[in-house]
């Protein structure tokens, strides 16, 4: 395979080549430890009284140590694995305040205001034309084929020798599909300027994208986002991978702490996490709702998508779109966009969400999900999210990474009767106590909140036997937490949740929660009497939430013990 040289330099505007790059404070020393008295900043420790990194090492150290992994680990379906190239290294990679930031470096990098032009696809993400439009660049765009496949060759045809750069979207947006290999590669080799392609949505496709060409192509330049698959959208951070020369010249006109310190370090310690589990589940919702709408009667067509949505046509994608509105569901009409007429833009949310959707689209159903309330609790150790749902749902969920955490969980809502879902990221390699009480509090403060609604409801208790064990919990949703605890354990742990945490679970939700908790346990088992527990709870909960006085008679119907 020969490798194409592109004379990058001769692409550059001739300002950017000039100009003498804003020096930061940081990169005129490397002193580790020096006494800063540098950069105007407070020397007193806020932890966040220094400037960031302005070359963001870690950051990028963490994201090029994934790439060079992926595309050693994957199977590259014909493409040379890099290793056999020799690996990316950090200055193959800009790191931007989301890939947006990338697009409009890159076009200011190599687009002469009122000169130059870039071209792109039709329909695809609007910030390209966007980014053009604010720099007062030319914007041309090809329509892609009846199916959404690039046509190369109009492409090329509407280049001329102002177009400094072809912007692609593989899977693209709004459309869903990966752009044919052999289409893209033919551009690389033939078009004299710079050939970007944007895989926001690459995660969930099962290709591995164009990121190792870097080295074949010095005229390539891939996007990569944080806010998609990486599930970060909110801390913006996004990255190009290109030869080293581009990856300079965008460094050299970027804002010099274009990342926050609080981005970085939440960046860092996410590419560290594994999603492939979330990721797949995304990935097998697509695949299950595709086929739920392709059975739905007002739907025309399914596009086949290599993303984590989905593009519908619709017979009549106004009046759908108003009626998920109505029902409280939010998606993306495309039918303006071009040869996608009646067409909607669906993101594949939850399985419960998603069951919401479609219920409502062919039962006319109102939106289980309609009403929740959610709380979410940000700490450097844990993330954690709480949504309750109080008119039911169709499922409870819960992914605290501790199973029996989500095993008990799953008791409290399954006897309680509240549907909700839980989600808990922490650094768990650490220690798994900052999660359990993080979502403690977060399961008090959505409780309170709960009962901060209702008008009327009981204050009750209850008695719950199990096998030999025997648990009493009483709960007083007096507003004032008192916590009395009488359970002792004689192991360390049950499964992976250390016994010492359990009392700290519970007073910590009483103290979170505002209510009064007495909890006495007996038993010889540890698991049976922390089940035991976790159940009189969860009905105790139930009574004292309701204003029912016969929810203290009735078992569940989903059938306690
Ligand atoms: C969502 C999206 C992005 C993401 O941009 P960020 O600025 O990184 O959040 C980029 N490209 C496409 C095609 C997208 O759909």
Redesign the pocket.
Same mark, same amino acid.
């Given at each position: 395979m020969s490798n194409k040289t592109t004379d990058i330099d001769l692409l550059v505007r001739l300002n950017v080549k000039e100009l003498k790059p804003y020096s930061t404070a940081r990169d005129e020393c490397e002193l580790k430890y020096a006494i800063s008295l540098d950069a105007n900043e407070s020397p007193y420790n806020t932890g966040y009284n220094r400037y960031p990194d302005p070359h963001q090492k870690a950051l990028k150290d963490a994201f090029v140590k994934k790439i060079n992994l992926n595309s050693r680990t994957m199977n590259n379906r014909g493409q040379a694995p890099i290793d056999e190239q020799g690996e990316l290294t950090t200055e193959n990679i800009f790191a *931007? #305040? *989301? /890939? &947006?930031?990338?697009?409009d470096l890159l076009i200011r990098v190599f687009c002469n205001p009122g000169v130059d032009n870039i071209v792109s696809i039709s329909p695809?993400?609007g !910030?390209y034309r966007v980014a053009a439009s604010v720099n007062d660049i030319e914007y041309r765009d090809v329509r892609l084929n009846a199916d959404f496949s690039l046509d190369s060759k109009a492409i090329l045809n509407s280049c001329d020798s102002k177009s400094k750069i072809i912007f692609l979207?593989s899977p #693209? #947006?709004?459309t869903g599909n990966l752009l044919a290999r052999e289409d893209i590669l033919s551009l690389l080799d033939s078009f004299n300027g710079i050939v970007v392609i &944007?895989e926001?949505?690459i995660d969930f496709s099962k290709n591995a994208g164009f990121a190792s060409l870097i080295i074949r192509y010095n005229n390539l330049a891939v996007? @990569?986002? !944080? /806010?998609?698959a990486g599930g970060m959208?909110a801390i @913006?951070? *996004?990255f190009l991978i290109s030869s080293k020369l581009i990856v300079s010249y965008l460094n050299r006109i970027k804002y010099p702490y274009n990342i926050s310190k609080v981005s970085q370090d939440i960046a860092i310690k996410s590419i560290n996490e594994n999603r492939r589990e979330i990721v797949n589940q995304i990935i097998s919702e697509r695949e299950r709702i595709s086929a739920l709408l392709k059975k739905t009667p007002s739907v025309k067509m399914v596009y086949p998508s290599d /993303?984590n949505f989905l593009l519908v046509k619709f017979d009549n994608a106004k009046e759908i779109f108003k009626k998920l509105i109505e029902n409280n569901i939010v998606v993306r009409y495309r039918g303006d966009e071009p040869g996608c007429d009646g067409m909607l833009r669906i993101t594949i949310g939850k399985p419960a969400e998603n069951d919401t959707l479609i219920s409502v689209l062919t039962s006319g159903e109102r939106s289980f999900a309609s009403g929740y309330l959610e709380f979410t609790r940000v700490t450097k150790e844990t993330r954690v999210n709480v949504r309750l749902f109080p008119e039911g749902a169709p499922a409870s969920y819960f992914s605290t990474s501790i199973v029996i955490l989500d095993h008990m969980l799953d008791h409290i809502a399954l006897q309680s009767g509240l549907v909700m879902e839980i989600e808990a990221v922490g650094v768990l390699e650490v220690d798994p106590l900052h999660t359990i009480e993080d979502v403690a509090i977060v399961l008090g403060e959505a409780l309170s909140g709960l009962i901060s609604l209702k008008t009327g409801y009981n204050r009750y208790g209850f008695v719950l036997p199990m096998d030999e064990s025997r648990a009493e919990v009483l709960i007083d949703f007096g507003g004032r937490p008192y916590f009395v605890w009488e359970a002792g354990f004689k192991g360390d742990k049950v499964g992976d949740f250390p016994c010492e945490m359990f009392r700290h679970f519970f007073s910590t939700l009483s103290l979170s929660g505002k209510f009064t908790l007495h909890i006495k346990a007996t038993g010889e088992s540890d698991h049976h009497k922390a089940e035991a527990i976790f159940k009189a709870f969860a009905r105790s909960l139930r009574i004292a939430m309701s204003n029912k006085i016969s929810e203290y008679q009735v078992p569940s119907s989903k059938g306690i013990i």
């Open positions: *931007g #305040n *989301g /890939s &947006d930031e990338a697009i695809t993400y !910030m979207c #693209n #947006n709004p &944007d926001a949505y996007l @990569r986002t !944080m /806010s998609k959208a @913006r951070v *996004g /993303s």
